[in-house]
């Protein structure tokens, strides 16, 4: 049986969009967010790509809110994940999220050199 795959193509008017692969015809998907099921996601056959799905989910004005709303794509009814996908709304995060990755890369490279000279200090 092949690995199920499930891989973003765009967000557009405010839908996803996605291609699955590798699942069997009878499977469905669904999606939630905040515990509850999203409405009107649909899968439909490509034409001319045996196994191979489009799937469509909106992000409907409602499901917007202030901060981040995480969509979580999985099996059903088993429950598995086979992606998830980040709407952020409201405060622009993305300088604040820059610099946060910056200060981490700066402490990691810290912790290495830390690590790698004790290495050598207890070696020998």
């Known amino acids: 049986m092949s690995e199920i795959k499930l891989t973003k193509t765009r967000i557009r008017a405010g839908v996803w969009e996605g ?3 590798g699942a069997p015809a009878n499977m469905t998907i669904e ?4 515990g509850q099921l999203v409405a009107n996601v649909t899968q439909t056959p490509i034409a001319d790509r045996a196994g191979e ?4 989910v909106p992000i409907a004005p409602d499901h917007l809110s202030e901060g981040v709303q995480t969509y979580l794509i999985r099996q059903a009814p088993a429950g598995e994940a086979l992606a998830h996908f980040t ?16 200060l981490l890369r700066q402490e990691l490279d ?5 690590f790698r000279r004790h290495c050598l200090e ?3």
Request: neutral net charge; without cysteine; aromatic residues 2%.
């Open 53 to 56: 799905w489009a799937v469509r």
């Open 19 to 21: 291609v699955l692969r």
């Open 31 to 34: 999606v939630v967010l905040l």
């Open 110 to 114: 810290m912790l290495k050199r830390a």
């Open 87 to 102: 709407v952020i709304t409201g405060v622009a995060m993305e300088d604040d999220m820059r610099a946060e990755i910056d």
């Open 122 to 124: 207890t070696a020998g």
